[in-house]
């Protein structure tokens, strides 16, 4: 199994910056972050690859910012200029070299970051 112990997250002002981490029980392929807001599907909003590959989404470009560590088991997410629909619960992506226990994609508990005055 993989584990994804994320960290960040609470409560911050319109146009303010958090950062969220994640650290993963050992090197995946990829990690990213998703989000989900109440009543919507869960997003993508940003992924890194071992290799440094970077998908992010149209919505938080320019503003958010993915990265890895050097041992390339955590991942971070800055976001910078926040609105208050960045309003989400986060939940960071894990996804393995090879399938492991049958699943190919693993999740975290996810942390909620909220954006009002």
């Known amino acids: 199994q993989v584990r994804l112990l994320e960290s960040g997250g609470g409560l911050v002002q319109p146009g303010g910056s958090m950062q969220l981490s994640c650290e993963a029980s050992?090197?995946?392929?990829?990690m990213g972050w998703y989000r989900q807001s109440p009543g919507k599907e869960r997003e993508l909003v940003a992924t890194?690859?071992?290799?440094?590959?970077?998908n992010t989404a149209d919505s938080v470009k320019g503003r958010f910012t993915i990265s890895s560590s050097n041992a390339k088991t955590r991942v971070y997410l800055n976001m910078n200029a926040l609105k208050p629909e960045d309003t989400a619960v986060y939940y960071c992506?894990?996804?393995?070299?090879?399938?492991?226990?049958?699943?190919?994609?693993?999740w975290g508990q996810g942390t909620q970051v909220t954006v009002r005055s």
């Open positions: 992506y894990g996804q393995p070299y090879i399938p492991i226990g049958g699943q190919s994609e693993f």
């Open positions: 890194i690859t071992v290799g440094g590959t970077i």
């Open positions: 050992q090197i995946l392929l990829a």
